[in-house]
Protein backbone atom coordinates (compact mmCIF):
# COMPACT_ATOMS: atom_id res chain seq x y z
CA UNK A 1 0.00 0.00 0.00
CA UNK A 2 1.04 3.46 -0.79
CA UNK A 3 0.30 6.89 1.24
CA UNK A 4 -0.76 9.98 -0.75
CA UNK A 5 -0.78 13.60 -0.37
CA UNK A 6 -3.11 15.10 -2.73
CA UNK A 7 -3.23 18.85 -3.34
CA UNK A 8 -6.81 20.14 -2.69
CA UNK A 9 -7.71 23.99 -3.58
CA UNK A 10 -4.24 24.94 -0.70
CA UNK A 11 -5.17 22.08 0.98
CA UNK A 12 -3.92 18.41 1.43
CA UNK A 13 -6.23 15.34 1.88
CA UNK A 14 -4.62 11.65 2.88
CA UNK A 15 -5.25 8.81 0.79
CA UNK A 16 -4.42 5.28 0.68
CA UNK A 17 -3.58 3.96 -2.43
CA UNK A 18 -3.32 -0.35 -1.89
CA UNK A 19 -3.20 -2.95 -5.26
CA UNK A 20 -5.11 -5.90 -5.12
CA UNK A 21 -3.89 -9.26 -4.09
CA UNK A 22 -3.76 -10.16 -7.85
CA UNK A 23 -2.82 -7.93 -10.82
CA UNK A 24 -6.00 -6.38 -12.16
CA UNK A 25 -7.45 -3.27 -14.31
CA UNK A 26 -10.09 -1.37 -12.11
CA UNK A 27 -9.43 1.45 -9.97
CA UNK A 28 -12.18 2.11 -6.88
CA UNK A 29 -11.94 5.35 -5.53
CA UNK A 30 -13.69 4.79 -2.37
CA UNK A 31 -15.16 7.73 -0.10
CA UNK A 32 -16.36 7.07 3.55
CA UNK A 33 -19.13 8.08 4.98
CA UNK A 34 -20.01 11.39 7.00
CA UNK A 35 -19.18 10.14 10.46
CA UNK A 36 -16.29 7.72 8.94
CA UNK A 37 -12.83 8.01 7.64
CA UNK A 38 -10.61 6.12 5.58
CA UNK A 39 -9.11 4.17 8.36
CA UNK A 40 -12.28 3.06 10.20
CA UNK A 41 -13.11 -0.48 10.79
CA UNK A 42 -15.99 -1.31 7.92
CA UNK A 43 -13.75 1.37 5.36
CA UNK A 44 -10.95 -1.60 6.17
CA UNK A 45 -12.88 -4.62 5.60
CA UNK A 46 -14.46 -3.38 2.98
CA UNK A 47 -11.61 -2.76 1.06
CA UNK A 48 -9.95 -5.60 1.95
CA UNK A 49 -12.60 -7.65 0.22
CA UNK A 50 -12.51 -6.05 -3.11
CA UNK A 51 -8.63 -6.15 -3.19
CA UNK A 52 -8.78 -9.74 -2.67
CA UNK A 53 -11.33 -9.86 -5.60
CA UNK A 54 -8.85 -8.14 -8.23
CA UNK A 55 -10.30 -4.43 -7.35
CA UNK A 56 -7.23 -1.84 -6.48
CA UNK A 57 -8.88 0.64 -4.09
CA UNK A 58 -7.80 4.12 -3.53
CA UNK A 59 -9.28 4.98 -0.13
CA UNK A 60 -9.04 8.82 1.19
CA UNK A 61 -10.09 11.70 3.68
CA UNK A 62 -12.78 14.46 2.66
CA UNK A 63 -10.70 17.91 3.74
CA UNK A 64 -13.01 17.99 6.99
CA UNK A 65 -11.91 14.66 7.90
CA UNK A 66 -8.72 15.46 7.85
CA UNK A 67 -8.71 18.42 10.12
CA UNK A 68 -10.73 16.25 12.73
CA UNK A 69 -13.83 18.08 11.99
CA UNK A 70 -17.20 15.93 12.54
CA UNK A 71 -18.99 18.27 10.57
CA UNK A 72 -18.97 17.53 7.05
CA UNK A 73 -17.72 20.34 4.18
CA UNK A 74 -20.64 21.79 1.98
CA UNK A 75 -21.28 19.59 -1.03
CA UNK A 76 -19.12 21.46 -3.44
CA UNK A 77 -16.08 21.44 -1.60
CA UNK A 78 -16.55 17.51 -1.04
CA UNK A 79 -17.07 17.41 -4.88
CA UNK A 80 -13.71 19.01 -5.41
CA UNK A 81 -11.89 16.75 -3.00
CA UNK A 82 -13.30 13.81 -4.93
CA UNK A 83 -12.16 15.18 -8.05
CA UNK A 84 -8.54 15.99 -6.72
CA UNK A 85 -8.24 12.88 -5.76
CA UNK A 86 -9.29 11.38 -8.85
CA UNK A 87 -6.99 13.22 -11.15
CA UNK A 88 -4.08 11.76 -8.93
CA UNK A 89 -5.35 8.36 -9.19
CA UNK A 90 -5.27 8.78 -13.28
CA UNK A 91 -1.47 8.78 -12.72
CA UNK A 92 -1.80 4.74 -11.90
CA UNK A 93 -3.22 3.27 -15.38
CA UNK A 94 -6.07 1.21 -15.35
CA UNK A 95 -8.59 0.38 -17.74
CA UNK A 96 -11.43 0.75 -15.52
CA UNK A 97 -12.22 3.82 -13.08
CA UNK A 98 -15.07 3.16 -10.55
CA UNK A 99 -16.22 5.89 -8.16
CA UNK A 100 -18.61 5.33 -4.99
CA UNK A 101 -17.74 4.96 -1.25
CA UNK A 102 -20.23 4.53 2.10
CA UNK A 103 -23.53 6.98 2.17
CA UNK A 104 -22.24 10.27 2.15
CA UNK A 105 -19.00 9.39 0.35
CA UNK A 106 -21.60 7.62 -2.16
CA UNK A 107 -23.70 10.66 -3.23
CA UNK A 108 -21.15 12.66 -3.47
CA UNK A 109 -19.68 10.35 -6.16
CA UNK A 110 -23.28 9.46 -7.42
CA UNK A 111 -23.27 13.58 -8.25
CA UNK A 112 -20.22 13.86 -10.37
CA UNK A 113 -21.49 10.69 -12.22
CA UNK A 114 -24.85 12.63 -12.92
CA UNK A 115 -23.21 16.00 -14.29
CA UNK A 116 -20.85 13.76 -16.67
CA UNK A 117 -17.92 13.20 -15.07
CA UNK A 118 -15.43 10.20 -16.47
CA UNK A 119 -15.93 7.06 -15.42
CA UNK A 120 -16.88 3.78 -15.82
CA UNK A 121 -19.42 2.77 -13.13
CA UNK A 122 -20.67 3.47 -9.38
CA UNK A 123 -20.39 1.62 -6.33
CA UNK A 124 -22.25 2.78 -3.89
CA UNK A 125 -22.67 1.12 -0.29
CA UNK A 126 -25.55 2.36 1.80
CA UNK A 127 -27.06 5.31 -0.24
CA UNK A 128 -28.61 7.99 1.92
CA UNK A 129 -32.09 8.28 -0.17
CA UNK A 130 -33.06 10.96 2.91
CA UNK A 131 -32.12 11.83 6.37
CA UNK A 132 -33.04 9.48 8.82
CA UNK A 133 -36.63 10.09 10.00
CA UNK A 134 -36.84 12.60 6.85
CA UNK A 135 -38.39 10.55 4.09
CA UNK A 136 -39.71 13.55 2.27
CA UNK A 137 -36.22 14.76 1.67
CA UNK A 138 -35.35 13.24 -0.76
CA UNK A 139 -32.25 13.17 -2.11
CA UNK A 140 -32.93 11.62 -5.70
CA UNK A 141 -32.76 14.67 -8.20
CA UNK A 142 -29.81 13.57 -9.57
CA UNK A 143 -30.17 10.05 -10.27
CA UNK A 144 -32.22 10.15 -13.56
CA UNK A 145 -28.97 11.76 -15.18
CA UNK A 146 -26.59 9.15 -14.15
CA UNK A 147 -25.58 7.25 -17.34
CA UNK A 148 -23.34 4.81 -16.30
CA UNK A 149 -23.32 0.97 -14.54
CA UNK A 150 -24.19 1.35 -10.89
CA UNK A 151 -24.39 -1.47 -8.35
CA UNK A 152 -25.73 -0.23 -5.16
CA UNK A 153 -26.28 -2.06 -2.04
CA UNK A 154 -28.93 -0.88 0.44
CA UNK A 155 -30.18 -3.25 4.22
CA UNK A 156 -33.86 -3.12 4.28
CA UNK A 157 -33.51 -1.85 8.02
CA UNK A 158 -31.54 1.37 6.83
CA UNK A 159 -33.47 4.18 8.15
CA UNK A 160 -31.63 6.47 5.49
CA UNK A 161 -33.28 4.82 2.31
CA UNK A 162 -36.83 3.34 2.97
CA UNK A 163 -36.92 0.78 0.02
CA UNK A 164 -40.27 1.28 -1.44
CA UNK A 165 -38.99 5.36 -1.63
CA UNK A 166 -35.97 3.91 -3.47
CA UNK A 167 -37.77 1.31 -5.80
CA UNK A 168 -40.12 4.45 -6.67
CA UNK A 169 -36.89 6.54 -7.36
CA UNK A 170 -35.30 4.53 -9.76
CA UNK A 171 -37.84 4.58 -11.84
CA UNK A 172 -36.51 7.35 -13.13
CA UNK A 173 -33.31 6.21 -13.84
CA UNK A 174 -32.28 4.56 -17.06
CA UNK A 175 -28.78 3.87 -16.55
CA UNK A 176 -28.09 -0.02 -15.70
CA UNK A 177 -28.51 0.10 -12.13
CA UNK A 178 -28.65 -3.47 -10.07
CA UNK A 179 -30.07 -2.58 -7.29
CA UNK A 180 -28.98 -5.30 -4.16
CA UNK A 181 -31.01 -5.12 -0.96
CA UNK A 182 -29.52 -6.88 1.99
CA UNK A 183 -31.86 -8.58 4.16
CA UNK A 184 -31.97 -7.47 8.04
CA UNK A 185 -28.76 -5.06 7.03
CA UNK A 186 -29.30 -1.48 8.66
CA UNK A 187 -26.98 1.73 7.31
CA UNK A 188 -23.91 0.45 8.64
CA UNK A 189 -24.29 -2.67 6.47
CA UNK A 190 -21.58 -4.67 8.99
CA UNK A 191 -20.56 -8.04 9.53
CA UNK A 192 -18.54 -11.23 7.63
CA UNK A 193 -21.68 -12.35 6.48
CA UNK A 194 -23.04 -9.57 4.69
CA UNK A 195 -19.78 -8.55 3.57
CA UNK A 196 -19.07 -12.00 1.85
CA UNK A 197 -22.71 -11.68 -0.13
CA UNK A 198 -21.50 -8.07 -0.85
CA UNK A 199 -18.08 -9.42 -2.41
CA UNK A 200 -19.98 -12.02 -4.55
CA UNK A 201 -22.41 -9.49 -6.14
CA UNK A 202 -19.30 -7.17 -6.83
CA UNK A 203 -17.32 -9.84 -8.41
CA UNK A 204 -20.95 -11.16 -10.79
CA UNK A 205 -21.28 -7.31 -11.58
CA UNK A 206 -17.50 -6.84 -12.63
CA UNK A 207 -17.96 -9.86 -14.97
CA UNK A 208 -20.75 -8.05 -16.70
CA UNK A 209 -20.26 -7.50 -20.26
Not at 157 to 181: F, I, S
Request: contains cysteine; aromatic residues 8%; positive net charge.
Amino acid sequence: MTPWRIAVAGEEASALYEPAAAPGNTLFVFAHGAGGNMHDRNMQRSAEMLRERGIDVLRFNFLYTEKGSRRPDPMPRLRACYEAVVAQARSVPHKKLIIGGRSMGGRVASMLAADGFACDGLLLFAYPLHPAGQPEKLRDAHLPRINVPVLCFNGTRDTLCRRDLMERALTTVKAPWQMHWLEGADHSLKGEKLLAEIGDAVTAWMKRP
